[in-house]
């Protein structure tokens, strides 16, 4: 790594080893690149800036012979870039120390060498503003490096002011340290010196803090605050600021809460710092009074000592790191705001203190957008990162927790963001900072969490590894099952669930009468890995994955209560496919009962080809210790998934295997809909057997919409009447609503077909059934295009593609763009028709035909007038005894041919597919 350091005399080195550059203009050309540490500079500007006067006699290759020069010492010539643009020193700037410093790193005081700055760089102009900028710099990082030293070293400050004598922030650390030492005497008469210079050099008086810094002094007063210096901007926290400081306004003792690593006490501390506060640090578990008192500059102190100081002065007392002393710490508090009215108190705990007016304060993580320009401000100071760097991936995965973006940012020296990124799965070794200048428990995000984690009761702990368990937030029936398999008891375990919410290692989420608890994803990394290292992880899984196999079992998913059910799935989903995964290694038999349980419910959400895929594994995994009924419906399932996603061939091998294990009734049922999928109504009636209960009631509704397609008109009624008799579950009984919709359709009743079908669409949308209403809403297209209204059939076949296409349902994307090939092709929108017919006959290729598929085919070669692609359709609609296609096909050719033979054919056929073919589809 190339360090290139210019405050003091040139100190180039490579991977820490000096490198010798040639004096004079070299070693200016080295200094004003780095300045600009991977920006080109043009060389029109390198000769104006480095020869000043002598610019116009100097010939470019002059500059060449200086970086020819400049090169060689590099050792790589690659570091040294040239262009069009100009010539680029390829370092980042945190491997320059002037620019660290203009950043304004915690630290970089120590980066100046002596009192010139940029000794090397020549007398030109052009480093007039860099000198300029870099000595406003050092006195900033100045006055933040004695702040954080407490003003030790007198002896250093006296110079500075000597050195710049209407700097007020430097008199005023002088004075304090003169006071702070127990030297009043010399603390005033600096202050005389500082108004002494002020008024010969500005005339001017003192400012405000130095004027109450000479009160304070006169009165023997505590000083005002011994706040940390402000090393780096706080992110984010501007809406948490302004309410804080509106608080404390008003309240006495206001209490900031959060999980670990959330910025609780830079919130408190930078808030603060408009108040002249004292922070008092209670990270050990030393005596209470005596911490505040050194916080105060009272050594040793005793309650009297503390209470004497404060008596008689307004100020503003920050408690840090409160959760691990409540017991102790509320007596105190207590004491401190009864005998000392002026008092005002910030705490920042895990935990509240539980005291009469406290008034708690939650700190969140940050929102995206904040978290990201966290890790991009932190992270700049390594390297320059990318606009194009997804940094929001990185703070997703660490909840926009503060402190663990800081400690990722700082991997960004070496690790690019992707690669950050992929670590995260091991995070407790990725986010550590040795070099960090944080208390201990600060430079590691595990040692942060752990340090919550040791205060808590056994069962607390026990709780956290319960709540570890769950991937998307424990229900609390849920929590109390893996809590008891913990040996937690019943009337035990809602206290321990209260205790972690209490002490923001959880949250509660409460939503009419359910409870869920919540864990960031660090705090639940550590709570696995904390009931592993117990012994208790697999235990605790395995209670989860039960847990969510009894919910299985006992679901209404196809009853009155089946809304309910799947509002649970869609809540549990993330659980769902932890406790899969968990009992696929563990217990494959466990997990086909899982799986299978929750088939019906994946059914009605409109599952696709990934849940059919985890159906086969989870069957090979269990192999044949599986029951044989559970063996039958891992098929059925993923037989019915499969169709949901397109892929008919795929299903019917599944559904084929299910009744080669076991021709158990329902995998007829099953069979039936897979026919249905096709456009094949009469395979789909021999496939019915004889059902009973729901699926009885199921199967009527297959038995409906085959015989409306072949134009039975009376058994459809019959069957569409008993399936609303049987069905009680709102899936069904939408379906059973589109069915009257299909049957007025059937009857040319258009007006009443587009309000049932409406019905249906609007039903299945409000219940979350997307792939059906997307089904519904194509079908209502077709209703309103019978019903003569082109434009609402249009704009419904759009939200249908729309909609089948959020869902994953392919097929339906199919049939709506083919649906509304035909409307266009009927209004003379020819080239329209033609795109949304090319996007449908790409899909029916590649699955394998569906319902649909003859009608694209027969529309495609009635615009190209195609007769030869007509009698294919014509000989393909035969043979799959689709009536429809059938008649237009026979038209179409007619129409083409003249043929009177195929006239006459057309003509015969029409009245058996009336139901199905108006007038305005022949023209």
Known sequence: MLTVAVLGPVDLRRDGVPVAVPAGKTTELLIRLALEAGRPVRAERLIEDLWAGEAVGVARNTLQVKVSKLRRALGDPALLGGGPAGYTLHVGPEAVDALRALRLEPGAFTLFDGDEILPDAGDGDWAVPWRARLEQARLTLAEAHYADAGGADIGELDALVTAYPTHEGLWQLLVAAWYRDGRAGEALEAYRRARSSLMAELGIEPGPGLRDLHQRILAQAPLRGNLPALTAPLIGRDADRTALSGLLATHRLVTLVGPAGVGKTRLAVDTARGEGGWLVRLESAGPIWQAIGEALDLPEATEAMVLDRLRGHRTLLVLDNCEHLVDRLIPVVERLLSDVAGLTMLATSQVPLGLPGETTYAVEPLPPDDAARLFRERASRHRAIGPDEDVAAVCRALDGLPLAIELAAARAKALPVPEIARRLDDRFALLTDPASRRPARQRTLSAAIGWSYDLLFPDDQRGLWALSCFAGGAPLAGAEHVLAALDVPAPAALDALDRL????????????????????????????????????????????????????AGADSRGPGQGRHLAFVRAERADIDAAVAWAVEHDPVLALRIVNGFGWAWIFLGAGAEAARRSRAVLAAAGPDAAVEDRVDALLFAGWFEASGGDLDRAFVDVR???????????????????TQQGRPAEALDALPVLDGWEAGAGKLIEAWASIALGDVGRARAACDEARRVLDDAWALAHAEALLGGLAQAEHRYAEAVAHLSRAADAAEQLGFGAASALHLANLGR????NGSAEAALATLDRA???????????????????????????GRIGEARA?????????????????DLLSAQLTALIDGDAAGLERVLAAARAAGDGEVEMLALDALARITGDPRLRAEADALRPAVRHLVTDADLL
Request: proline residues 2%.
């Open 501 to 552: 919410v209490d002490r923001s290692l959880a949250t509660a989420e409460v939503t009419g009468d359910a409870v869920r608890y919540r864990l960031l994803d660090s705090v639940r990394d550590y709570g696995r890995g904390r009931a592993h290292a117990a012994g208790a992880g697999d235990l605790a899984a395995g209670a989860h994955a039960a847990w969510y196999a009894a919910a299985a």
């Open 657 to 675: 295997a299910a009744r080669q294990i076991a021709p158990l009734p329902r995998t007829g049922l099953f069979l039936a809909f897979l026919h």
């Open 783 to 786: 209703a309103q295009q019978q």
């Open 801 to 827: 593609a729309a909609a089948a296409g959020t869902a994953g349902d392919l097929r339906t994307v199919a049939l709506a763009r083919t649906r509304r090939a035909r409307v266009l092709r009927a209004v």
């Open 836 to 852: 949304e017919l090319r996007i449908a006959r790409d899909w029916y290729a590649s699955a394998g035909g569906g319902d649909g």
